[in-house]
């Protein structure tokens, strides 16, 4: 057997040390890596100290001061809003406060603040009582005010935290037996609605108010009898033409507003074009005390015209029984003013689905119980959503004749 001896010069011999120490390297660098906080030495951290409270309605905020640490990540609160109903907060170490919230009384309550690090170790708990005031869910019920209205009822209420609430109603069916009958969202600081749909007979009602923790507030039980209105029969309406009124185009009159039809994309009234504001007058044949009325936007297809192009945004409505001949507004009363607002609030042009089915629900104008008995309406456009004429698919209006 041979065996092969090679010289390596002294500059050979150099770089295959350095390609031997490469591979070692190499090698080296595929094992695990491990890798740990700076600071975290796995220790149970120190409680914190020096706690205050404010009292807040339905809330507290807690102060407090931080140990020397620097492996805190962060600070966490909790407790129970209701028996076995249990809530946490966290507030970062960069924070020396939080607030606790979801409290649906004003009784005392037992929270437990930990300190907790990098590592999630936690240390031992500081128990801190909070009281807080009035919750927007009892304050909110406690300021409900209902009053009797053509076909329903008319709530009234206050909302001063802006909570996200909803006001629950219930009515008796004709068995006596309590069925839901409305539920209002809100996060308005003050509101007033209707509910409708109920004859003119006494029937007992109940309300509360429920918050987004869960809490509830007592129920209000009363019995109410709705005003009696009936739709009016769209057969009598007549278009008056007045002189200073706004003049139908496109061969699209104002009858079409009272034939019973808003889906097909032509069925309308169209104005012609002109500056605003811009009025028409219509008889509704009889004298009748207003209740409401509802009004259809052109929306068909729903994408392209719903809350969009010539349907009226905000618009005032007057009533008369004797108008100006000469189309002035002496002999007028203005019952109410009304903006329709899309309920998603997105971009003009932009619909969702819930936009959608309001333009297929129709927009509801409530005409105050105070206004006077008319014959005669008249319609004040002061602003469509984008053009300088206006379009209406459908009216229906009730009332008590």
Known sequence: ????????????????????????????????????????????????????????????EITYSLPHDNNILYVKAEYE?????????KSSYYNNSLVVDGFGSTNEYTVQLYVVTRSEKFSTPVAVKVKPLTP????????????EDFGGLIINYLNDAKADLAIHTWAADSTGAMVEANTNYTTLPLGRYTIRGFDSTTRKFSFFVKDRFGNISDTLTSTYKPLYEKLLDKTLFRTVVLPTDVKDDWGLPMQNMWNNGY????????????????????????????????????????????????NPKKFEVWGSTNPDVDGGWNNWTKLTDHEIVKPS?????????????????????AIPLAMPQVRYIRLKILETFT?????????SVWGQP
């Open 263 to 310: 889906t097909d994309f032509w069925d309308m009234f169209h104005t012609q074009t002109q500056s605003f504001p811009m009025w028409f007058t219509f008889d509704l044949g009889i004298t009748v005390k207003l209740s409401r009325m509802a009004l259809w936007q052109r929306q068909s297809p729903a994408a392209d015209w719903a809350y969009n192009a010539n």
């Open 387 to 395: 053009n300088s004429a206006t379009n209406i698919a459908e009216i």
């Open 345 to 365: 609030g997105l971009p003009l042009g932009q619909v969702s689905a819930d936009d959608i089915a309001a333009a297929a629900k129709g927009e509801e104008i």
């Open 81 to 89: 809003i209701r028996p076995g109903v249990k809530r946490e907060v």
């Open 1 to 60: 057997m041979f065996s092969i001896k090679l010289k390596l010069t002294t500059m050979q011999k150099n770089i295959f040390s350095l390609l031997m120490l490469a591979v070692l390297l190499t090698t080296a660098g595929c094992k695990r890596e491990l890798h740990s906080s700076l600071y975290d030495d796995g220790s149970t951290p120190s409680a914190i100290s020096n706690t205050t409270v404010q009292n807040l309605p339905g809330a507290a």
């Open 136 to 147: 927007p869910v009892v304050a909110t019920f406690n300021s409900l005010t209902i009053a």
